[in-house]
Each structure stands twice: as structure tokens, then as C-alpha cells.
């Protein structure tokens, strides 16, 4: 079985790769690694040209999550997600933190939030990231959202960053009722090297 190559050498992920490792070395705390690193993933995501065919290819199944860099030290890994005409998540937690910003098309996210008898409500409004913009997730900051396709009829294109190699973390789906399920994502590439 051939292995997936992984877009090592795309020069703007590359140098993305990079400046996310430097910055990780000075051991930030979360909050500067959100706002540095969301600066980083801001310019990454402002040229649209870089990211490979078969990493930016939607499924008519459900949404992709491709991997394209696991840090060798598992301090972060990179993900595109594609998103097909209609596609969603289901309601679900990071345990970790993240950054998603939106390279192609529109996304909506809607937090969630427990209340009193368990169960999980929308808190606030959802709201939209067009191309350029860049959002955080962590458990410290709200963990907890659904995510869709805004367009109904064409892919959007998000990339996420996390604070671990985010397709083998123990995380959790929620149904609105409470119901928790654990889940490990994965991810859609045909083979994953190790890092
Ligand atoms: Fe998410």
C-alpha cells in the first residue's frame, strides 16, 4: 500500500509549519498561542493558492478532514477540512486548543453551551467566517460548537490548527438531549504517516 505524501513541500505551508513551531518553543501560554498563532494562520489563509487538489477534495458522504502536518513532538498538528454542499458536524468538543481559519467559501459555527438539566443549547448567535477570518476553540475559552457548510451549493475550505494531533485525541459528540459519545475523528487522507 503506497503512503499519502503529505504537502511538505508547499513553500506557504511550510513556512507556516515553521513559524508555528518557533512560536511553540517559547512555550506561550494559551492565550499567546491563540492570538500569535492565529496572526500566523491569518496570513497563511489570506492567499488562496497553495493548498493541493487532493487535500481540498469534499466527499458526498460528509465533511474531510485531511491531514496535512503533524508536529514531530505531537505539539500541533494541521488540518484541512472540506466541507461538501449541506455538510455539517455534529455537536462536539476539542479537549484541546484550536484555530480555524477560512480559506474557500463561507462556514458557520454555533457554540453550545450545558444548562442546568444537561442538557446542550445554542449560546448566542451563530455566526459566519467568510475567507481570511480566523476563530479559537479551547475548553478555556468555549470548546463546545457545531460547525456547517454556510453555501449550500458549493464546498467551503477551512483550516484548523490544535494543540495536539487532533485525529487521535479522545474527544466527545453530544446529542441536545446530553447524550455524550466518546469519538476519536481520524482523519480522510488514505494512509497517515506517523509523525
Ligand atoms: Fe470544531
Do not use: C
Not at 60 to 82: C, G
Amino acid at each position: 500500500m503506497s503512503t499519502t505524501t503529505l504537502p511538505a513541500s508547499t513553500p506557504r505551508l511550510s513556512q507556516f509549519v515553521q513559524q508555528f513551531s518557533d512560536l511553540l518553543d517559547g512555550r506561550p501560554a494559551e492565550a499567546e498561542t491563540l492570538e500569535r498563532g492565529g496572526e500566523l494562520l491569518a496570513e497563511l489563509i489570506a492567499h488562496d493558492d497553495w493548498l493541493p487538489a487532493e487535500y481540498a477534495r469534499p466527499s458526498p458522504q460528509r465533511y474531510q478532514q485531511y491531514l496535512l502536518h503533524v508536529d514531530a513532538r505531537e505539539r500541533f498538528s494541521v488540518v484541512s477540512f472540506v466541507w461538501g454542499p449541506g455538510q455539517a458536524t455534529p455537536i462536539h468538543d476539542h479537549t484541546v486548543w484550536g484555530l480555524v481559519g477560512l480559506l474557500r467559501g463561507a462556514e458557520q459555527s454555533q457554540a453550545y453551551a450545558r444548562s442546568a438539566d444537561g442538557r446542550w443549547q445554542p449560546q448566542g448567535a451563530p455566526h459566519t467566517l467568510a475567507p481570511g477570518q480566523v476563530e479559537a476553540v479551547s475548553p478555556s475559552i468555549g470548546d463546545v460548537h457545531r460547525v456547517s457548510n454556510a453555501l449550500a451549493g458549493q464546498p467551503s475550505i477551512s483550516i484548523h490548527v490544535y494543540g495536539a494531533d487532533i485525529g487521535k485525541v479522545q474527544r466527545s459528540v453530544y446529542l441536545e438531549d446530553g447524550t455524550r459519545k466518546p469519538f476519536v475523528s481520524g482523519y480522510s487522507n488514505p494512509v497517515v504517516p506517523a509523525p
